[in-house]
């Protein structure tokens, strides 16, 4: 996690470009200032001619904004939309059927280009297909799918048919997907053979063979397999369907089904700060508006931008900024297979230069990891590249500190670039706090200010507002279009999570912290304030850790804090008391290996703990509850200084202090 006083004493200004402001969506500070103010005097007039404006509908709302329920807020209800026909039809429509859509490039940098035309046929035969096996609109469908047209197909025809989608990302274990197919109640899962990655085909179907052969899953009529590899895989008769034979012969065209505003668009599970991750629903219109404005606003994107976000379709920044968001604007977009270091770590560049990007949108992690690449290898350093075509540089998924922004802004953007710096998360549906690319100066390492129309602020533990300066919990106290919905199956939780009655009931609460600059009002978000952990741009809980840990029949407790890194941002420390007695030397690492497997077994590889360490118990208090606070500073490496009277064990913590 980056350091709060580095931000603090940060005071680099890099204004944008004259040239860039000229042209821009929002160009300069005072159209930004009209727009805030415009939102702040009629919230929902400001809504309601963005919503006609940028969106097509079969029927119009009357109705912007109802707060009765709150938090259960609706927008637009009334109104009858599809999200796909947004996202294709119109392009059809507008002439511009032959403009690229999708430019994919393989693992092995095969590239396909696909039209709009291409891409909308594809989606109605891909629909058809569901229906005609029985999919209707209502019913859940994981997709269980690599980075390929046919996964952003996937979504755009389940959108369709007003089925609700839940993209399971491809690194999640069969456990993982066996608790969402469960959660979700879902009636098929589009998967692909395998998923070919750095040269490697590696088994998608096969797991989820695997999750289906659990148990719990008998919602499941279909497993849709879509192929992307070469050898055998196994194959359940009645039940498995290629997606090849699934869409032969279906119509070109499928009429969109007319769905409420309201309408679950999709589920998309993340970590919390219990156990279980959460079902985060979205809605219809409201999410895609978003989807569409923060294109506008923050991408700033024109018609000949080459657009290229490198997130997957499995994560949120992959549905609203690759499956929606770039479609519903006729953009023209490079979807990614393979990983940034294959065949070397200078694939990202290699491919900026071929495809002549112009917008870039990447994790602080992957820009840290390219960024020793090339202090390693001058050969495949940014300077060795033309990247020239850039215009706009994004960064999502985590703070990003100053001196990966500097090399980011001086190397890859050749100082002509505006770097957005993107806050948001799963629930928020898109950008909240972010440069506006032709309008704000940019500071490296904070998020800016919020955007038109996005309520934030920072207050204290019963929600009062804060002082600027002053570090405290990060609110939005209106609610806005794409916000998340509900909790899947579990409205209490999403109350208690996002709307909790210390801050009044109605402000969402975002789970991290903040603070705002005295002078300009900037904000730099501090990290989570709950037990979440960010590491590499995934966000994962560590009570979800621990509990994969202690279903392991040899771990007794298990306590999971993050400690910072340098590259990853943050990694996974854990603190494991074993039923046998602790093991030392080649015994503890070998039991190590053993439990980072299954950790990476019941969840995925992305939440193997980098360090376990062992005890005969845990710091605690004497009412038993474990200090992790302590355990934060024992996996830094630091010295405590704190007060540890009320430990019951003081004794323990030298033991802990050691990683084996
Ligand atoms: O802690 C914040 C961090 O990522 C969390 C959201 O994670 P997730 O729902 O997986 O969505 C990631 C992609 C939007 C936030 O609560 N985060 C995200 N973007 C930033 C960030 N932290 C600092 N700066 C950002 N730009």
Known sequence: ?????????????????????????????????????????????FWAKLAKQNLQWKQPFTKTLNESEAPF????EDGKINVSYNCLDVHLENGNADKTAIIFESDDATVTRVSYRELHKKVCQFANGLK????????????????????????????????????????????????RVIDAGAVAVLTSDVQVRGGKQLPLKAIVDEALNMGGCDTIKNVIVYKRGSGEINWVNGRDLWLHDVVAGQAETCEPEWVDAEHPLFILYTSGSTGKPKG????????????????????????????????????????????????AVGATQIVFEGVPTYPNAGRFWDMVQ????????????????????????????????????LRLLGSVGEPIN??????????????????????????????????????????????????????????????????????????????????????????????????PEELGGKIYLAGDGAIRNKDNGYFTITGRIDDVLNVSGHRMGTMEIES?????????????????????????CAFVVLKRPRPTGDEAKQIAKELRDWVA???????????IRFGDNLPKTRSGKIMRRLLRVLAKGEDITQDVSTLENPAILDQLKEAQ
């Open 601 to 611: 077994k019941e969840i995925g590889p992305i939440a193997k703990p980098k360090e």
């Open 354 to 389: 071929r495809h002549k990007a112009s917008i870039f949108y990447t994790a602080p992690t992957a820009i840290r990891s390219l960024i020793k690449a090339a202090d390693a290898d001058e050969k495949i350093h940014p300077k060795q590249y033309d990247l020239s075509s």
């Open 1 to 45: 996690m980056a350091d709060i006083e580095t931000f603090k004493q940060e005071n680099r200004v890099f204004a944008p470009p004259a040239e860039f402001v000229k042209n821009a969506a929002i160009s300069g500070m005072d159209a930004y200032h009209a727009m805030c103010k415009e939102a702040e005097q009629d919230y929902e007039g």
């Open 280 to 327: 985060v629903q979205h809605a219809s219109a409201g999410y895609l508006l978003w989807a569409v404005l923060t294109m506008k606003w923050t991408f700033d994107i024109k018609p000949n931008d080459v657009y290229w976000c490198t997130a997957d379709i499995g994560w949120i920044t992959g549905h609203t900024y690759i499956a929606y968001g770039p479609l």
């Open 548 to 572: 994969a840990l202690v279903a392991n029949s040899m771990v007794a407790e298990a306590a999971v804090v993050g400690k910072p890194d340098p590259t990853t941002g943050e990694s996974i």
């Open 73 to 76: 807020y609706k927008w637009f």
């Open 132 to 179: 005609s096996l029985g999919v209707k609109k209502g019913d859940r469908v994981v997709i269980y799918m690599p980075m390929s047209v046919e996964g952003v197909a996937a979504m755009q025809a389940c959108a369709r048919i007003g089925a609700t989608h839940s993209v399971v990302f491809g690194g999640f274990s069969a456990k993982s997907l066996q608790e």
């Open 402 to 499: 100053p001196e990966a922004w500097m090399w980011y802004y001086k190397n890859v953007g050749g100082e002509k670039c505006p770097v957005v710096d993107t806050f948001w998360q799963t629930e928020t549906g898109g950008h909240m706090i972010s440069p506006l690319p032709g309008a704000t100066p940019q500071v490296p390492g904070s998020c800016t200010l919020p955007l038109p129309g996005i309520a934030a602020a920072i207050v204290d533990e019963t929600g009062n507002d804060l002082p600027d300066g002053n570090g405290g919990i990060l609110v939005v106290k209106r609610p806005w279009p794409s916000m998340i919905r509900t909790i899947w199956n579990d409205p209490e939780r999403f109350k208690k999570s996002y709307f």
